[in-house]
């Protein structure tokens, strides 16, 4: 399993990035998938999950109606959409996949995450 | 939202030595609870789902325990790989939640 994410970098306040996890090693079309981030020195925070086909996304509160989750299971990638970011969303951006495991679904498979840094 | 809430936040402990960190949700979230290991710079690593499933290749002297809203995670003979923050998080609902992490040192 191999989970690699891209677009990173730096941004002002109010700008846009989107972020990309390419995937590999697993059917991708088959599990839900997860963003996950870290702030510098900092705990762990979910960001959102969308289901295998698609068609369910759910968002923490701190990003929903900012951040959309989606995914192109014939390319085998997810996106994160980041619009009216704000410094606080300063943080390293990890794609996770949701295993299945007897109904619980914990982060089983993780990328090596991608820095976003918003700062004027 | 559930919470999560970890304790101690930062544990000091020799090779060889027995630690337990305890995890408590804000609700009855049954056994969905997971638990990650961070080293500096690296991406988590997942150890246990489920609250007591080891997950394959984790070493034995990992365990996890609990139900309801009290959890823990005990390693039983500490390595000097073992060093690291471990994090607890609920997969009962979302939004998902982790808690804040408990800092394992040596001494």
């Known amino acids: 399993v191999q989970l690699v994410e891209s677009g990173g970098g730096l941004v002002k306040p109010g700008g846009s990035l989107r972020l990309s996890c390419a995937a590999s090693?697993?059917?991708?079309?088959?599990?839900?998938m997860d963003w996950v981030r870290q702030a510098p020195g900092k705990g762990l925070e979910w960001v959102a999950v969308?289901?295998?086909?698609?068609?369910?996304?759910y968002y923490a509160d701190s990003v929903k109606g900012r951040f959309t989750i989606s995914r192109d299971n014939a390319k085998n990638t997810l996106y994160l959409q980041m619009n009216s970011l704000r410094a606080e969303d300063t943080a390293v951006y990890y794609c996770a996949s949701s295993g299945n495991y007897g109904g619980n679904n914990p982060f089983d498979h993780w990328g090596q995450g991608t820095l976003v840094t918003v700062s004027s | 939202d559930i919470q999560m809430t970890q304790s101690p936040s930062s544990l000091s402990a020799s090779v060889g030595d027995r630690v337990t960190i305890t995890c408590r949700a804000s609700q009855s979230i049954s056994t969905y609870v997971n638990w990650y290991q961070q080293k500096p710079g690296k991406a988590p690593n997942f150890l246990i789902y489920g609250a007591s499933s080891l997950q394959s290749g984790v070493p034995s002297r990992f365990s996890g325990s609990g139900s309801g809203t009290d959890f823990t995670l005990t390693i039983s003979s500490l390595q000097p790989e073992d060093f690291a923050v471990y994090y607890c998080?609920?997969?009962?609902?979302?939004?998902?939640?982790f808690g804040q992490g408990t800092k394992l040192e040596i001494k």
């Open positions: 998080q609920q997969s009962y609902t979302t939004p998902y939640s």
């Open positions: 969308i289901s295998y086909a698609g068609t369910n996304e």
């Open positions: 090693g697993f059917i991708f079309s088959s599990y839900g």
